[in-house]
């Protein structure tokens, strides 16, 4: 389960019976929704920051193996989704092992299923380590929210959603956005180091981009086959978790399988790169929390946020950033895109007609 295997339910979302009486929202329930927001904000923008200073961080000895990174979280999403199905089975032993023989064991065509998106999650993690290998967080971020329009697009034509004039609109300016946050700057130093950060940058880029594709397709996928069962999403997650395990170890034996033989699978940890696992294990709960108590567009809020307070810390803290102002207007695009995507119209108060 990858900290994007839960961002398909943002295209359920939008129908969910509570959105209907928004009107009458608890003093708890807004409390509820303010905080997973400000969580999903904190873990987005922690998890950027801290596996690209983690990837780029200079220490004696050889650099944790993103692979193995990618397996660790597996592990720690199982575990998180086990407890949470004891949590909803009274914590009873006989009723959890039924549960999973009923829905794991004895519907092998129905596991079998989730082999894919779980396969496309587990390469898609493996190549946010090699973007933020190669980009800065601040682009990372601006860039990635292409998966917006890949989801979109799928979403369309596996599912035969239709879209708004006004969606349509934003993927326009969220393509116009990530282009101006792409478009070459002059940079300074003779054209041999140009033409090496320029590579390294196209690098990050298409890793990205590959991670935006991989993203829509399996959450869109995944979303498909929530739709077509009944089944626990926890329970869901823990298969997902299992077959991305299998990808996951498979992976990382057959690209790093010497380096793991040499210095085993946890070389280079140390307690970033344990901060880094954990939060992107993390990633998955705090948007189904979103989800459930928040709606499109305090999400694009977040996102948003997320975007800025990352841009700062870049530039301030990190000191691997230097904007211009066409990544500026880049950024500007993208954030009123994201806005506008999730933006619904409200129906006219005591109106029995759906807009």
Not at 206 to 220: D, N, P, T, Y
Not at 225 to 235: G, N, R
Not at 304 to 312: A, R
Request: glycine residues 6%.
């Amino acid at each position: 389960m990858s900290g994007e295997k839960m961002h398909q339910s943002e295209n359920v979302s939008s129908t969910s019976p509570h959105r209907a009486s928004s009107n009458m929202v608890s003093p708890h329930s807004k409390r509820l929704k303010y905080l997973s927001l400000g969580v999903l904000v904190l873990q987005t923008t922690s998890l950027v920051l801290t596996m690209r200073y983690s990837r780029t961080l200079k220490e004696d000895g050889p650099r944790y193996l993103a692979s193995s990174a990618v397996v660790s979280a597996e592990v720690i999403k199982i575990i998180i989704c086990t407890l949470l199905v004891f949590l909803e089975n009274n914590f009873s032993v006989r009723a959890i092992n039924q549960l999973l023989k009923e829905e794991i064991v004895s519907r092998p065509l129905e596991t079998l299923k989730l082999a894919i998106p779980a396969g496309i999650y587990t390469l898609q993690n493996n190549l946010l380590y090699v973007a933020l290998s190669n980009l800065d967080a601040a682009t990372y971020q601006v860039t990635y929210q292409l998966k917006i329009l890949t989801t979109a697009l799928f979403s369309v034509s596996m599912l035969g959603r239709r879209l708004r004039f006004h969606q349509w609109l934003s993927l326009l300016l969220l393509m116009a956005g990530v282009t101006l946050v792409q478009w070459p700057t002059e940079s300074e130093g003779d054209s041999e180091q140009k033409v090496l950060s320029a590579s390294i940058q196209f690098v990050g880029l298409m890793a990205v981009l590959m991670a935006c594709i991989s993203s829509g397709f399996a959450g869109v996928y995944f979303e498909k086959i929530l739709k077509e069962t009944k089944q626990s999403l926890w329970v869901r997650n823990i298969q997902l978790g299992l077959f991305g395990f299998v990808f996951g170890t498979v992976g990382m034996l057959v690209y790093d399988g010497r380096r793991v033989a040499q210095s085993g699978m946890f070389q280079g940890y140390n307690p970033i790169t344990c901060i880094v696992v954990i939060l992107q294990a993390l990633g998955g709960l705090v948007v189904a929390v979103v989800i459930k108590y928040a709606d499109n567009i305090l999400k694009g809020f977040a996102t948003s946020l997320s975007i800025i307070v990352s841009t700062l810390i870049s530039y301030f803290l990190l000191k691997d950033f230097h904007p211009s102002s066409v990544f500026f207007s880049g950024a500007a695009l993208v954030i009123a895109a994201t806005f506008m995507y999730g933006y619904e119209r409200k129906p006219v108060s005591g109106s029995a007609v759906k807009v």
